[in-house]
């Protein structure tokens, strides 16, 4: 068994990535859930908000852990001696992303795998962007997010959401 890595942005966790990391742990035993910190990037939740997000849903799941890197993800798996990078595929469209980083690691460093995991169909629609995109309209993301996530997006967005349920009221 060699310990795996499943790295992402995590802005926020879902119930997508829950059900891959679910998923996975039994194969791998060791899982950690690395949130990549890119200097480039603007996200919602801070590189710390993410972490504890994720913490909290993956509290009492073995063998999971969560850590924040920046830099390459391979650089990590190489310092923790890890063989395996695990990465979600929902549609086509993921597909080619993923080739190309797979790909690229495999060359930076040819000693890890990237093992690819299909979404379960129930998750395919489900991604970070589409979530906060629901949840900054004042829609319910029930279900598709950890329930502390829940609450962090109605935190996050509720002056916006306040603001757009008088501008409706009006209209
Ligand atoms: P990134 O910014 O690296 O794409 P994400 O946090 O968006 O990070 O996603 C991390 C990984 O989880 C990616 O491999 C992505 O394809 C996968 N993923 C995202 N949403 C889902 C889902 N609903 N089901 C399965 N895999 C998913």
Request: glycine share 8%.
């Amino acid at each position: 068994m060699g310990m795996g890595i499943y790295p992402g942005s995590f802005d926020p966790i879902t119930s997508g990535h829950l059900d891959i990391i679910r998923r996975v742990q039994p194969i791998l035993g060791e899982v950690t859930l690395l949130i990549s910190q890119n200097p480039k990037k603007t996200y919602l939740f801070t590189e710390q908000e993410r972490k504890l997000l994720a913490e909290e849903a993956l509290k009492g799941i073995p063998g999971v852990t969560v850590a924040v890197h920046e830099g390459l993800t391979v650089d990590y798996a190489k310092k923790q001696n890890a063989r395996v990078i695990v990465r979600g595929l929902r549609a086509v469209s993921d597909y080619e992303y993923e080739l190309v980083m797979a790909n690229m690691n495999k060359k930076l460093a040819p000693m890890v795998e990237t093992m690819i995991v299909f979404a379960s169909p129930e998750f395919y629609y489900v991604s970070s962007n589409t979530v906060k995109e629901v949840a900054q309209n004042g829609g319910s993301v029930q279900g598709l997010v950890p329930v502390g996530v829940e609450k962090a997006l109605q935190a996050k967005y509720a002056d916006r959401v306040k603001d757009l349920r008088a501008r409706q009221a009006k209209a």
